[in-house]
């Protein structure tokens, strides 16, 4: 399923009212957080969400994500809920969500877990002063990552017996395979090694940080001190957190990022499996629906 133009505007005003949420959290509890990726390019060129995307980002420093999720175990958030893979069985990812629990969402019908609407917060780490290694070190967290994709993803038997075929996916064939008898406890290992190394450097000591679980390898590097400071920005209907050097951020993820893309590459590239934007239904009618 894809948002349709007439769904967009309630969808974003969903999003929009959770990250005004988490904007709230934050203020109330002295937690700093600023937009990143396409949010922050939604900011400073359309003052909004980028009009074809559908989704918003932001970063956490460790220290103030660490806090965050932490309360998240012991306020109550109304109709809001955080999602982690600390608290959330099959989750395939590292970072964590604030979600609309009013709503019903599942990204991937082979990833079986529902939530609402969300907008993604990441961890910002500390990260070594040699950028090969740091590097380095993001090729260590890709690789367990991709172990944690493969025990959250639930294939057909056909499918799973299928990945014999190709000796390059027999190492995922054997993973999966353990994973079916100990599912749980293997998740819980992958994720103690992924905390592992993304808090392998202190954050408030380093030179460099590093979002270990964004999309754009290398260049999710950059020095500390281009955090130095805040920059207020229009957001929609809200007053949203940059950090001192999303210039340079921007320009080191993007290249040009105020030159808009062509016309045929400006749509959304977030499929959902399915979605409802008016209430929460169970992961079991979510796929049958599906199905």
Known sequence: MLVTQEQQPLWNAIITDVFREFIDICQKYDLTYYCC???????????????????????MPRPDYDKFLELAEKVNLGKYEVVSPYNTVDYPLYFSKLC????????????????????????????????????????????????????STHNSFWKYISLLANPKEWGRFLRKTYAFFNRENYRRSLIRQLDAIC????????????????????????????LDGIVKCPFENLEVNLFSGYDKYLKQLYGDYMQLPPVEKRQSHHFKAYFDLAKRITLREALSKIK
């Open 37 to 59: 990726g396409g949010t922050a390019i939604g900011a400073v060129r359309h003052h909004g969400i980028i009009p074809w995307d559908d989704d918003i980002d932001v970063f």
């Open 100 to 151: 609309n629990k009013e709503t019903s969402l599942v990204e991937i019908a082979e990833h079986p877990f529902l939530m609402g609407l969300y907008i993604d917060i990441f961890p910002l780490d500390g990260a070594s002063d040699s950028i090969e290694e740091a590097k380095q070190q993001q090729a260590e967290f890709r690789h367990i990552m991709n172990k944690l994709e493969a025990v």
């Open 199 to 226: 808090r392998r450097y202190d954050f408030s000591t380093s030179k460099h940080v590093m979002a270990y679980s964004g999309s754009y390898g290398e260049r999710e590097v950059f020095p500390k001190e281009w």
